[in-house]
């Protein structure tokens, strides 16, 4: 059969239903050949869309999100979306055309080295260099994407390789010499862990991205529970633990709450579940958690001591690893005896650390709408976050009760993710409701899609925090350089109530909290695709904020 017949059944053997692209010359064959197959092509308007379509996709479902794009720009177009999944840890196998080889390396037309541009921002990328290569190298991106530490991976097709034919094989398993995925934990390991942790006083639990990834969150409540230890999360951790759990202290870091923060760093030991502990999750190091046992749980034997210094640590699954833990610990003698204090003190930072509520201004006020769209949805309803104030005021006020229902782009911090991930998302579950929280900023850059919500009827509500203002900049000038305002500035362009209608969405302006909450409820039970245009103070901070160059206790709670 023809390459690109093999590449649309190798899909399916893979159990892919939906494709997330936008279709150019050099995938015209593969484009051909779905033409009449079950598999749904969702049609970005961007390429770099697609790709966050397909991140979406694999963060709600768990399974590998599937993005195409024509060679030349669509595939460079294709790069921050993979470069957004791959840092994430989201397993999205990205397919790009490529010119025929025979003039490859001739510089022609829409001809680009993908696999050098992408060789630092995936997990792994090939060329096929024969139509029989492709099932092999179909397989194999999948696997590799969606095991271990999951990541995006790059396929590259050159065009005569989908038209020429050969004959084919689908191979059911695939191995690579020097690529072993170690899931289970060394009993030894465990053995350290559970010790330590059974003698903490003050013990403290840093759930990441690897607690949702390896849907160990039942375990981690039940281990917080038996140590009566409170949970602080990562960005990407959120959702890990019942946001309404009275042991969930909050996001840990930059813009973290005062009770996590502090937490953190007065424990005695430190349990780190599947985090990277990044810049914006420690602070400065130095101050990071100084007296603390640090046991890191990595699936990712790279993430151990690489920032924080470990006293121990357990290399596994983290689902695997919290079961050898909690088996452990339910045959030792926990000293309690402390719990009631270490609690108390949970409480009293987080009443010495909320920030005053503010009054006397015209506009709405950013926690207060996060609040009240908490309100408004049921409470297993999708969220994706922009990036910038918007995706703090979400991390800080937005309460999620259960894993893979709160998404955001974390390490890479892309603008513009939060949109096509929620379309991406709404593919995946088109049973619940989807929510995209913006910024007016973020949102301009990735608006086009809304002609794929209406086209392809996947409705999704956007929530746009609009302050005219690329607001996360605009805050940093205004503390740290003295408000001075370059290049952040938006003007009154475009208005995104005409701008939903002229794709066919609904737009609506709500002045006050309640209208907002009926907005929001309309816009759910209509299951329709709007664009609910909240006007805020550009003034407005996100606080609690840890400026920069300081430690986990230096918080900021107003200006």
């Known amino acids: 059969m023809s390459g690109a017949r093999a590449f649309v059944e190798a ?24 033409w009449g197959s079950d598999l749904r092509f969702v049609m970005a308007r961007h390429e770099q869309g697609a790709a966050h379509m397909a991140d979406g996709f694999a963060r709600v479902s768990g399974r590998v999100g599937v993005c195409l794009a024509t060679s030349g720009p669509g595939a460079t177009n294709l790069v921050t979306g993979i470069a957004t999944a791959n840092i994430d840890s989201s397993p999205v196998v990205a397919f790009t055309g490529q010119v025929p080889l025979s003039v490859l390396g001739t510089d022609a037309f829409q001809e680009v080295d993908i696999i050098g541009i992408t060789a630092s921002a995936t997990k792994y990328n090939i060329q096929v260099r024969r139509p029989g290569e492709i099932p092999h190298a179909v397989r194999s991106a999948f696997h590799i994407a969606s095991t271990g530490r999951q990541g995006a991976v790059l396929v590259d097709l050159p065009k005569d390789t989908q038209i020429d034919s050969e004959d084919m094989e689908f191979p059911e398993d695939v191995s ?17 862990a559970a010790t330590l942790l059974s003698k903490a006083r003050r013990p403290v639990i840093m759930a ?15 281990l917080a529970e038996m140590l009566v230890a409170p949970v602080a999360t990562s960005l990407m951790g959120k959702g890990a633990i019942p946001g309404d759990h009275p042991l969930f202290a909050g996001l840990c870091g930059m813009h973290g709450t005062g009770e996590a923060n502090l937490l953190v760093s007065d424990a005695d030991v430190l349990l780190v579940l599947g985090a990277r ?15 603390a046992k640090v046991i890191h749980v990595d699936i990712d034997r790279s993430e151990i001591d690489k920032n924080v210094e470990t006293v121990t640590r357990v290399i596994g699954d983290a689902r695997l690893a919290l079961k050898g833990i909690l088996e452990r610990l339910s045959m030792m003698s926990l000293d309690r005896s ?28 950013a926690p207060a709408v996060m609040k009240a769209l908490r309100r408004a949805l049921p409470r297993d309803a999708l969220v994706t976050t922009e990036v910038g104030q918007n995706q703090m005021w979400a991390a800080l006020y937005f309460d999620a009760y259960a894993p893979r ?12 993710w939060g949109f096509p991930a929620a379309i991406g998302a709404k593919a995946a579950r088109p049973d619940l409701p989807v929510v995209d929280i913006a910024g007016d900023g973020s949102f301009g850059m990735t608006e086009n899609n809304l002609a794929t919500c209406v086209e392809e009827d996947l409705p999704v509500v956007v929530v746009v925090l609009n302050n005219r203002v690329l607001g996360m900049v605009a805050q940093w000038q205004r503390l740290f350089y003295d ?62 904020m840890v400026p920069p160059g300081k430690g986990l206790r230096d918080i900021l709670v107003e200006a």
């Open 483 to 544: 408000r001075r305002y370059m290049a952040v500035e938006l003007g009154e362009s475009p208005d995104f109530v005409k701008l939903a209608e002229a794709y066919g969405a609904v737009g609506v302006r709500p002045e006050t909290l309640e209208e907002f909450e009926r907005v929001v409820g309309k816009a759910v039970s209509d299951n329709m695709t709007t664009v609910i245009d909240v006007m805020i103070d550009p003034e407005e901070n996100v606080f609690p």
């Open 208 to 222: 990441g991205g690897g607690v949702v990834a390896s849907n160990a969150s039942p375990e981690l409540i039940r």
């Open 176 to 192: 690579f010499r020097g690529y072993e995925v170690r899931l289970e934990p060394n009993p030894r390991e465990l053995d350290w």
């Open 277 to 291: 502990m990044s810049d914006r999750t420690t602070a400065r190091l130095e101050d990071f958690s100084p007296a």
């Open 405 to 416: 229902t709160f998404l955001s782009s974390g390490g890479l911090g892309t603008m513009g």
């Open 11 to 34: 899909l399916s053997q893979e159990g892919v239903e939906t494709l997330f692209g936008v279709t150019g010359g050099a995938v015209l064959p593969i484009c051909d050949e779905l």
């Open 338 to 365: 402390t719990n009631g204090e270490w609690l108390k003190k949970m409480e009293r930072f987080r009443e010495e650390y909320t920030p005053p509520e503010l009054s006397g201004n015209p506009h709405l006020r």
